[in-house]
């Protein structure tokens, strides 16, 4: 069964346009890979047994990062038996970049990607291939959280809720259930149809459902083995790297009004690392000693969101000299910032019953020139 989900109603490419070309193969399967060499003899065969039976024909592009085990000696002997072809990249490394390299090294007329690992059933290929073709949806996603999917039932807790919080987080790019899915095919039509790809990370297939203008995602129950040889790379930095990764996709959505919007939340965190500080220095220190500190850290606290999450498309120079920038920038601010609260809280205590009322004052007074100055001297176009 295929869940058929739609973004919005809009016109579906020509299926003719699916086999102008009939000498390509008719289905590409990329498989980005690192260290697979023990796994890729067990998928190739198991691929090729479940396109055969549906009478599917494909070529398997293998995308290596140069992997210091024997991957491409098994690709040689593999590449005896099936038409598999190894691509080695060896001055770049990444798995969504790598899956790129073989989207745009493919010659058929369906694209399919999957890991080497097992952990996407080979047994499911044509029934993502046959979605693709049938234009059941622009894109086609292999997925755990439709009626049907599944995990493995020891997947832990952390990992379960790790996926659950990201495909939250991108709720507002698409509707489909799975997302974070790294099994899933789409017709060379809609992949022509991407603009400006720069993935970074992970999330390769997001990437696509965004900057393909994906419209109609369909999802195709299956289980999610954990590999089955080796270990997986994603690390706590590719996890980081998603949050860069969407507020590059959200920007590319929503356009560029989406820079101040996620300024300001980056600005709420800070408001609050701001208000918890001061509680805990009022403790040991005066209003306007304890709001200098609490403004110090949350000032930090900022410089680290806006870098790496808001301003993350933006000219990174180096940690020290952009930090000093923007502490420098947030003066102004920090100085209404402090100097507002400070008059708030010893002129109107008493109406204002407590200092964080003051210090969130203070805070606003604060907020919109530090944008100003961040937007157009620190993290300038
Ligand atoms: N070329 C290349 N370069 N391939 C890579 C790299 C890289 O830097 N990093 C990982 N791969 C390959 C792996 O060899 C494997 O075939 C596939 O990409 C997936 O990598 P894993 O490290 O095994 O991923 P995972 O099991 O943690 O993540 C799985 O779940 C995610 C959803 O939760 C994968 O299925 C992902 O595709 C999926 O997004």
Known sequence: PVEFRSETDSETPNSEDLFQ??????????????????????????????????????????????????????????????????????????????????????????????????????????????????????????????????????????????????????????????????????????????????????????ELIVKCGCRKVAEVPIHFKDRLHGESKLSLKEQLNYLRHLARLYRFKMGQWFTPLLFGLVGASGAIVDLVLLTLMLTVASFPVARAVAICGAMSWNFLGNRFITFSDRKQESLGFQYLKFCGSCTLGAIISWGLSTFMWTQFSEVLHTPQIAAAIGILGGVVMNFLLSNYLVFPQ
């Not at 003899?41 to 293998?62: H, K, S, W, Y």
């Not at 259930?177 to 390769?204: C, S, V, W």
């Open 21 to 206: 070309n009939s000498i390509r193969p008719l289905v590409s399967i990329i498989v980005p890979t690192f260290m697979e060499a023990a796994n890729l003899p067990v998928l190739i065969p198991q691929v090729f047994e479940a396109l055969n039976e549906c009478g599917m024909t494909a070529e398997i592009l293998i995308v290596d990062d140069n992997s210091p085990d024997e991957t491409s000696k098994v690709c040689a002997e593999l590449a005896e038996k099936y038409p598999v072809q190894l691509l080695v990249r060896k001055t770049e490394r990444g798995l969504s970049s790598a899956v790129l390299h073989g989207l745009n090294h493919a010659q058929g007329s369906v694209l399919l990607v999957m890991d080497a690992d097992l952990s996407h059933p080979p047994r499911k290929v044509p029934e993502l291939v046959a979605a693709a073709l049938e234009q059941q949806g622009d894109f086609v996603i292999g997925s755990r959280y439709v009626v049907g999917g599944s995990t493995d039932d020891d997947w832990s807790f952390f990992r379960w809720l790790n996926s659950q919080v990201a495909t939250w987080m991108s709720r507002g790019l698409t509707t489909a259930k799975d997302p974070m899915a790294g099994f899933f095919a789409l017709t060379r039509h809609t992949y022509e149809q991407a603009r400006e790809l720069n993935p970074i990370g992970y999330k390769i297939g997001l």
